[in-house]
C-alpha cells in the first residue's frame, strides 16, 4: 500500500494557476475586448480609407477587409505573446500555451487565425442563404453562444480553438 498523497503548499497554486476562469468571466472579457477594438478598427479603417482615397464605403471593402484582419492579428499576436491583452488584464485572465508558458509569436498567429471559428460559420453560412442582416446577427449571436457552450464539454473548460492552436486560457487572479 502507498503512502497517502502530501501535497506541497505549492501543489494548490499550481493546479489554481492552469484553472480556466469561469465561462461568464472569460465571456465578459470577450465582450470588453470588442468594446475596446471599437478603438483600434476605427483608427485603422480611418488610415486605410485616408491612404487609398476612399470616398464611399463600399469602395475597396475588401482592401479595407483584409487591412483590418492584419491590423487585428498584429494586435491580438502582440498582446497574446506578451499573455495579456488590456481586456484579459482587466478581468484577470492570461493566455499561455498547454504547458503554462508565454505564446510564441507563431502559436499567437495560430490562436487568432483559429479564433475567427467564433464568427466564420455563422457568417458562412448568413451568406450561402442570403439571409438579411438581421437574421444574420442573430445567427452570428446564436453561434458564439453555441461555441460559448460547447466549452463546457472540454475536458480543462477551455473554449476548442484553444485546445486546436495548443493554447488555454488560465486564471491570473493572485493567490490568497
Same mark, same amino acid.
Not at 468571466?25 to 480609407?49: P, Q
Not at 479595407?64 to 492579428?73: C, D, K, N, P, S
Not at 485572465?93 to 466564420?120: C, E, H, K, M, N
Not at 438581421?134 to 464539454?153: E, G, K, N, P
Given at each position: 500500500?502507498? *503512502?497517502?498523497?502530501?501535497?506541497?503548499?505549492?501543489?494548490?497554486?499550481?493546479?489554481?494557476?492552469?484553472?480556466?476562469? $469561469?465561462?461568464?468571466?472569460?465571456?465578459?472579457?470577450? @465582450?470588453?475586448? $470588442?468594446?475596446?477594438?471599437?478603438?483600434?478598427?476605427?483608427?485603422?479603417?480611418?488610415?486605410?480609407?485616408? @491612404?487609398?482615397?476612399?470616398?464611399?464605403?463600399?469602395?475597396?471593402?475588401? @482592401?479595407?477587409?483584409?487591412?483590418?484582419?492584419?491590423?487585428? $492579428?498584429?494586435?491580438?499576436?502582440?498582446?497574446?505573446?506578451? =499573455?495579456?491583452?488590456?481586456?484579459?488584464?482587466?478581468?484577470?485572465?492570461?493566455?499561455?500555451?498547454?504547458?503554462?508558458?508565454?505564446?510564441?509569436? =507563431?502559436?499567437?498567429?495560430?490562436?487568432?487565425?483559429?479564433?475567427? @471559428?467564433?464568427?466564420?460559420?455563422?457568417?458562412?453560412?448568413?451568406?450561402?442563404?442570403?439571409?438579411? $442582416?438581421?437574421?444574420?446577427?442573430?445567427?452570428?449571436?446564436?453561434?458564439?453562444?453555441?461555441? *460559448?457552450?460547447?466549452?463546457?464539454?472540454?475536458?480543462?473548460?477551455?473554449?476548442?480553438?484553444?485546445?486546436?492552436?495548443?493554447?488555454?486560457?488560465?486564471?491570473?487572479?493572485?493567490?490568497?
Amino acid at each position: 500500500m502507498s *503512502a497517502p498523497d502530501t501535497a506541497s503548499p505549492d501543489s494548490g497554486r499550481e493546479r489554481k494557476a492552469l484553472t480556466a476562469p $469561469g465561462l461568464w468571466r472569460r465571456m465578459a472579457c470577450w @465582450l470588453y475586448e $470588442g468594446i475596446l477594438l471599437f478603438g483600434v478598427v476605427f483608427i485603422a479603417d480611418y488610415l486605410i480609407s485616408a @491612404l487609398s482615397q476612399t470616398r464611399n464605403a463600399l469602395e475597396n471593402r475588401h @482592401l479595407q477587409q483584409a487591412f483590418l484582419f492584419i491590423v487585428l $492579428g498584429i494586435y491580438f499576436g502582440w498582446f497574446w505573446s506578451r =499573455g495579456q491583452t488590456l481586456a484579459m488584464k482587466t478581468w484577470n485572465i492570461r493566455v499561455v500555451d498547454t504547458a503554462g508558458q508565454p505564446l510564441t509569436q =507563431g502559436r499567437a498567429l495560430r490562436r487568432y487565425v483559429l479564433s475567427w @471559428l467564433w464568427f466564420l460559420p455563422s457568417l458562412a453560412a448568413s451568406a450561402a442563404f442570403h439571409l438579411s $442582416g438581421a437574421q444574420a446577427t442573430v445567427i452570428v449571436f446564436a453561434w458564439v453562444a453555441v461555441w *460559448a457552450i460547447l466549452s463546457r464539454f472540454h475536458p480543462a473548460r477551455q473554449f476548442w480553438h484553444d485546445a486546436l492552436a495548443g493554447t488555454r486560457l488560465i486564471d491570473s487572479r493572485p493567490v490568497n
